[in-house]
């Protein structure tokens, strides 16, 4: 027995189980504070599904919109302060369309989407978009805010499908009734599309689904990224398209991360990860066998202090502990860089504003490449110079789901497309408009939305503001003068009755 202990406290003391001890002690500890930090990551080891559709900040933008909407809800108030609506040159038109919702929870999806939009917003900020809604029922009296007071107090324009025949009429209550989400719903899109094209002179086209709610600082930091793709030089020349001059479709302010992950065909190391483990653990071998040798050598040159140092480190480096390190030290701490989820890393994070690993004007405005993987289309900003070429491709598809359809399009032209990396929206429509399970609808999740803080947001719309330079937006304004009413057209043109847009 005494033996046995004394070769157990024998072993103990040898340096190779002395380094995994002290690895493993480390692991562990990253792995619980992993544990800790990266549970919203639905693609990572540390996913935590309990809590994580519980909504947070969410609740606070829905208490402020209704709070804001609350003020207009007398009719007799006022809806002539210019502070309410657009200015005369926006930089932006934003776009809605909304369906009536026959659940008394998800009948509120609208109104949460424009009060959050709304609340927190600076005369100036409001002053510089276009709000347009559309009504998409064929009798937009089904839908409950049609004629809420707030609706003409705070929106620019809102209607029904205008200037539309007696058989463009009849189709579009054929595919309301057959609840054919995939046409009508392109349709609507072409038609938002064209009424901001044709309505206003706004150098930059939004669109958003009606389920979806605001961060306070949503527009600011929009602002800031769309002005920074029209201005990628340093000398500040405006210019129409991103750094490496490839025209840019969208900017999008919403994603999800269920599409964001490891994938075999882009992610080298992750398609062949027994090739990379084995390769990790070779170099770790091989390093650590030269840094061995070399201190071998220096401790036999008979230096008097160094030697000695040299030497004993030589000795406690041997082949155990090298072993040790190469098969399972090594293995281990590369498990949990897989483990982390792709986006959790620092090398790939869109979370960060002035990102280190990736220095850029873009990058330090939130703004990143989002060329796959986005999804979908609760909120996009579209370059206005795009627009003509994405109505037309809509229109000749017809049909199909909206997302893909302009993600197709993109990659065709191609167009690059951009993100905030920290999504300024999320989408809360549960109760989907088009018949979508509510586990699909639960997908569509921006998963760190709601760790948000107000004050933290507060001060982020605050700093973007700062950079705001309105002398931008004003310089990327078409030439001559919005053709108003001529949002039906588009419309029209998508049930074929109206040659395509040139």
């Known amino acids: 027995m005494?033996?046995?202990?004394?070769?157990?406290?024998?072993?103990?003391?040898?340096?190779?189980?002395?380094?995994?001890?002290?690895?493993?002690?480390?692991?562990?500890?990253?792995?619980?504070?992993?544990?800790?930090?990266?549970?919203?990551?639905?693609?990572?080891?540390?996913?935590?599904?309990?809590?994580?559709?519980?909504?947070?900040?969410?609740?606070?933008?829905?208490?402020?919109g209704r709070e804001y909407l609350q003020q207009f809800s007398n009719p007799s108030?006022?809806?002539?302060?210019?502070?309410?609506?657009?200015?005369?040159?926006?930089?932006l038109c934003v776009a809605f369309a909304t369906v009536a919702r026959d659940h008394p929870d998800a009948a509120r999806y609208f109104a949460d989407s424009i009060g959050s939009l709304l609340a927190g917003l600076s005369p100036q900020e409001r002053a510089s978009f276009n709000l347009t809604v559309l009504f998409a029922n064929l009798d937009p009296n089904k839908h409950r805010d049609w004629n809420a007071p707030w609706v003409s107090a705070l929106?620019?324009?809102?209607?029904?499908?205008?200037?539309?025949?007696?058989?463009?009429?009849?189709?579009?209550?054929?595919?309301?009734?057959?609840?054919?989400?995939?046409?009508?719903?392109?349709?609507d899109y072409i038609y938002l599309l064209d009424q901001c094209?044709?309505?206003?002179?706004?150098?930059?086209?939004?669109?958003?689904?009606?389920?979806?709610?605001f961060a306070a600082d949503w527009l600011a930091r929009t602002l800031v990224g769309l002005q920074t793709l029209a201005l990628p030089r340093e000398d500040h020349v405006i210019q129409a398209a991103p750094v490496d001059q490839t025209p840019w479709l969208y900017l999008r302010l919403f994603y999800t991360e269920t599409f964001m992950m490891w994938e075999g065909d882009d992610d080298w190391l992750y398609g062949n990860m027994y090739l990379t483990f084995a390769l990790v653990s070779l170099t770790t071998a091989t390093v650590l066998l030269l840094v061995r040798y070399m201190l071998l050598q220096r401790g036999s040159q008979?230096?008097?202090?160094?030697?000695?140092?040299?030497?004993?480190?030589?000795l406690r480096l041997d082949i155990p502990t090298i072993a040790a390190a190469s098969l399972v030290i090594a293995p281990a701490f590369l498990a949990l860089f897989f483990m982390a989820g792709?986006?959790?890393?620092?090398?790939?994070?869109?979370?960060?504003?002035?990102?280190?690993?990736?220095?850029s004007r873009l990058a330090d405005a939130g703004v990143y490449p989002m060329d796959k993987h986005g999804c979908c289309t609760q909120g996009l900003v579209f370059d206005r110079n795009q627009v003509p070429g994405l109505i037309n491709r809509l229109r000749t598809l017809g049909r199909g789901q909206t997302d893909w359809m302009i993600e197709e399009y993109?990659?065709?032209?191609?167009?690059?497309?951009?993100?905030?990396?920290?999504?300024?929206?999320?989408h809360v429509g549960?109760?989907?408009?088009?018949?979508?399970?509510?586990?699909?609808?639960?997908?569509?999740?921006?998963?760190?939305?709601?760790?948000?803080?107000?004050?933290?947001?507060?001060?982020?719309?605050?700093?973007?503001?700062?950079?705001v330079d309105w002398a931008v937006f004003r310089a990327l304004e078409p030439e001559g003068v919005a053709d108003s009413g001529r949002g039906a057209d588009g419309l029209k043109q998508g049930l074929g009755i109206l040659p395509p847009l040139r």
Do not use: C
């Open 2 to 64: 005494r033996l046995s202990l004394q070769s157990a406290v024998a072993l103990a003391s040898t340096p190779a189980v002395r380094a995994v001890a002290l690895s493993a002690i480390v692991w562990v500890s990253l792995f619980v504070y992993s544990h800790w930090v990266l549970w919203r990551n639905p693609h990572s080891a540390y996913f935590h599904s309990d809590n994580i559709y519980d909504l947070d900040y969410s609740v606070v933008r829905q208490n402020a």
């Open 77 to 91: 108030a006022n809806t002539s302060d210019v502070r309410l609506h657009a200015s005369e040159n926006p930089a």
């Open 155 to 187: 929106i620019d324009h809102a209607a029904g499908y205008e200037g539309i025949s007696d058989a463009e009429r009849a189709e579009l209550r054929r595919l309301e009734e057959a609840h054919d989400f995939q046409r009508k719903g392109v349709l």
């Open 197 to 213: 094209y044709h309505s206003t002179r706004a150098p930059f086209i939004a669109v958003f689904e009606d389920d979806v709610i």
């Open 302 to 314: 008979g230096l008097p202090s160094h030697s000695t140092k040299s030497w004993t480190l030589g």
């Open 342 to 359: 792709k986006y959790s890393l620092p090398l790939y994070s869109l979370r960060r504003e002035g990102d280190p690993t990736r220095p």
């Open 410 to 426: 993109a990659t065709d032209v191609p167009l690059k497309r951009f993100a905030l990396g920290d999504q300024v929206l999320q």
């Open 430 to 467: 549960l109760i989907s408009s088009r018949g979508m399970k509510s586990d699909n609808a639960q997908s569509v999740y921006a998963f760190y939305f709601e760790e948000k803080r107000e004050e933290e947001v507060k001060a982020k719309q605050e700093k973007a503001l700062k950079g």
